[in-house]
């Protein structure tokens, strides 16, 4: 069956400017989970869904920083005014029950 | 102290040997333990999850999990140079930390002809 979606593949924007990065998880799966991977790290986490709601967004770094999942499946991760420290590969994971986590193939955001 | 520590390496292996890739965290409490393999440029893909002390087994891979020692493992069996990536190690740190994982920094592997 199809994996986890996310768009775009690359995004390139200038400081300052807002972002939109979208999520399509795996049909059927409840949880939904942001994380972004820095070049020689490992994903570190931004905000986990549970349906609909935000059951922990302690990762996230900032207020420019808000992800929503209206309909508990989509999800759009949105950052304001971005920096250039805001370049990463941005990763959703998806996960039936919470236990093993599926990684989409991640966009890549550049901040000029 | 990190809480999910790796050795970065490189680790280079020649063909068709056993990898031993190994991994430590510090919450005592944790639960849930996953290996994911990374390819240069890719997102991370599950390769073996595990829950309980001791050893499971899937094809060529085996994680074992040791609880009192906080130490859980992968072993990759007869290895290919389609093996070399880098391995990241992932906790469900502590009980009550809901779902997130925390990533070790990965370890790359080199499968040598």
């Known amino acids: 069956g199809a994996g986890v979606s996310q768009t775009p593949s690359n995004k390139v924007t200038e400081k300052g400017k807002y972002v939109e990065l979208r999520c399509d998880p795996i049909s059927g799966h409840t949880a939904l989970y942001w994380y972004r991977q820095s070049l020689g790290q490992g994903p570190e986490f931004l905000i986990y869904?549970?349906?609909?709601?935000?059951?922990?967004d302690s990762g996230l770094p900032n207020d420019r920083f808000f992800a929503v999942r209206p309909e508990g499946s989509v999800s759009t991760l949105k950052i304001q005014r971005t920096e250039r420290g805001d370049s990463a590969v941005y990763l959703c994971a998806s996960s039936l029950m919470g236990n093993e986590q599926f990684f989409g193939p991640g966009t890549r955001l550049t901040v000029l | 102290q990190k809480e999910v520590e790796q050795n970065s390496g490189p680790l280079s292996v020649p063909e068709g040997a056993i990898a031993s890739l190994n991994c430590t965290y510090s919450?005592?409490?944790?639960?849930?333990f996953f290996w994911y393999r990374q390819y240069s440029g890719k997102s991370p893909e599950l390769i073996m999850s595990i829950y309980s002390n001791g050893d499971k087994e899937d094809g060529r891979f085996t994680a074992q999990l040791n609880k009192a020692s906080q130490y859980v493992s992968l072993l990759i069996r007869d290895s290919q140079p389609s093996d070399s990536a880098t391995y990241l190690c992932a906790v469900n740190i502590g009980t009550g930390g809901g779902n997130k994982l925390t990533f070790g920094t990965g370890t790359q592997l080199k499968v040598e002809l």
């Open positions: 869904f549970q349906g609909t709601g935000a059951a922990d």
């Open positions: 919450d005592r409490g944790s639960q849930s």
